[in-house]
């Protein structure tokens, strides 16, 4: 049981670069949510998912997509990367089944852009 | 309007001190609150969650005033490992998301 895994964990990218992000998830999680964290800014919510196939916009939605095509992964898309989009980026996935609450966060993805 | 707010810190404690965090949230009709704990470049992990009696875990208490729309994280003994930034997260009745405060810091010294 692997949890919440981010690929990749570091990376590099120059002004106009193209990137996916993928969080895969082994908990059959329901919610799917991609944060980005700054500092002094906290954790912000970018895009979510609330099950296969369904995608909505967060708080910061600008320069990004997302695609969740099976249960497990939650994909995060830039499209033409800008410096503003330098970033720690968190995937977590959550459920609530049984009245349960649970919510796991992928070990974050650190993005440069130049 | 769905905020959350929490004072940035740092605080800083010797070993052993007692230390508390408040935390406020703006819309009263909130539904689950969540205190989680993150180490410096590590991810958020959950610590607690929050019930409307309070409740235990240890050295840690953690206690809702919804009149007051606020949540406090009581740390008793404090150790050198609990220095982390901890964050206040609330979901808001009807809402399929966490809202988190951006974090009060931290540091136990020995």
């Known amino acids: 049981n692997a949890g919440v895994t981010q690929t990749p964990k570091f990376r590099v990218l120059k002004t106009g670069q193209s990137m996916t992000l993928l969080c895969a998830q082994d908990?059959?999680?329901?919610?799917m949510y991609w944060y980005r964290q700054d500092p002094g800014m906290g954790l912000r919510l970018i895009h979510y998912s609330v099950g296969e196939g369904t995608t909505a916009k967060g708080e910061v939605p600008d320069g990004y997509n997302v695609s969740r095509l099976k249960k497990q992964n939650f994909l995060l898309g830039l499209e033409s990367a800008a410096p503003s989009q330098t970033s720690v980026y968190f995937c977590?996935?959550?459920?609530?089944?049984?009245?349960?609450?649970?919510?796991?966060f992928g070990p974050g993805t650190r993005l440069t852009v130049t | 309007r769905k905020e959350v707010e929490q004072d940035p810190g740092p605080f800083n404690v010797p070993e052993g001190a007692t230390v508390a965090f408040n935390c406020t949230y703006s819309?009263?009709?909130?539904?689950?609150f969540f205190w989680y704990r993150q180490d410096c470049r590590k991810e958020p992990k959950l610590l607690m969650s929050v019930y409307s009696s309070g409740n235990e875990d240890g050295r840690f208490t953690a206690q809702l005033n919804r009149a007051s729309q606020y949540i406090s994280l009581l740390i008793r003994d404090s150790k050198l490992s609990d220095s982390a930034t901890y964050l206040c997260?609330?979901?808001?009745?009807?809402?399929?998301?966490?809202?988190f405060g951006k974090g009060t810091m931290l540091l136990v010294s020995p």
């Open positions: 908990m059959n999680h329901e919610y």
């Open positions: 977590a996935s959550r459920t609530i089944a049984g009245g349960l609450e649970e919510q796991y």
């Open positions: 819309n009263s009709a909130s539904q689950s």
């Open positions: 997260v609330v979901i808001f009745s009807g809402y399929s998301t966490l809202t």
